[in-house]
């Protein structure tokens, strides 16, 4: 009898345990975790990108763009990270913000206020904030001409299209600047080729003759003309 008693708990103890992971289980497989999961997880994201390292929080703009949140609320928490110290954040933000492509009021001054703002030559930023206008297409129209006055004043770098982007929000005002683009690489290139036929022809010349020509090193390390004025 004794011995009966003491085991007698320890079943017990087994019997509650297996019970207890019986009901969690099904728990687990009752509850719509799936429904649950959609509703903490705009707000986990967007404590993330409130409070999270610089990494998590470029993650979080990207993944809040795509989420089903309510779009005018993810807009408010996204606009800060413009100003962020963090580069890449930035980057991201505009990226996001140009995916959701809505709030233009608040949006577009923002990111032409994130382009004026950059400091670094080499920084991408001014090219996915260029990039996120452009999603705006014509709802971005009313601020063309603050886009034109940064191109005529040579605000981008080589590597940008803002003459695209204008295009995409206001084509009437870039087509006579795309035609003067295009007219000036078609010049650009004619005078290269032209450069580069001389060249040829005083070589062959030097060649026939073994006597070089006037000026030739002179124009042979001419520079070219720039297709990309």
């Not at 409130?50 to 089903?68: E, K, N, Q, V």
């Not at 809505?102 to 030559?121: G, H, K, R, S, Y």
């Not at 080499?122 to 601020?143: D, E």
Request: glycine fraction near 4%; charge should be positive.
């Amino acid at each position: 009898m004794k011995l009966f008693k003491l085991k007698r708990p320890c079943w017990l103890g087994w019997r509650f345990l297996i019970s207890l992971l019986l009901v969690i289980a099904l728990l687990a497989f009752s509850v719509p975790w799936r429904r649950v999961w959609q509703r903490v997880k705009v707000p986990v994201l967007v404590q993330c990108f409130r409070h999270g390292p610089a990494a998590t929080r470029r993650y979080a703009a990207i993944f809040l763009a795509f989420s089903d949140g309510d779009k005018k609320m993810i807009v408010s928490v996204l606009l800060p990270g413009l100003k962020d110290k963090d580069e890449g954040v930035r980057e991201m933000t505009a990226i996001a913000l140009g995916d959701i492509h809505q709030e233009p009021e608040q949006v577009v001054p923002a990111l032409f206020a994130c382009i004026d703002a950059e400091t670094n030559p080499a920084s991408l930023v001014p090219n996915y904030a260029l990039g996120a206008i452009g999603h705006f297409s014509t709802n971005a129209r009313p601020w063309s001409p603050i886009l034109m006055g940064m191109i005529e004043s040579n605000r981008f770098h080589y590597w940008l299209n803002p003459l695209g982007v204008l295009n995409s929000i206001d084509p009437e005002v870039v087509k006579p600047l795309l035609e003067k683009r295009d007219a000036d690489y078609s010049n650009g290139v004619k005078q290269a080729q032209a450069h580069f036929d001389e060249v040829a022809r005083r070589r062959a010349l030097f060649l026939r003759t073994n006597v070089p020509p006037a000026n030739s090193a002179a124009l042979t390390n001419a520079p070219l003309a720039d297709p990309h004025p």
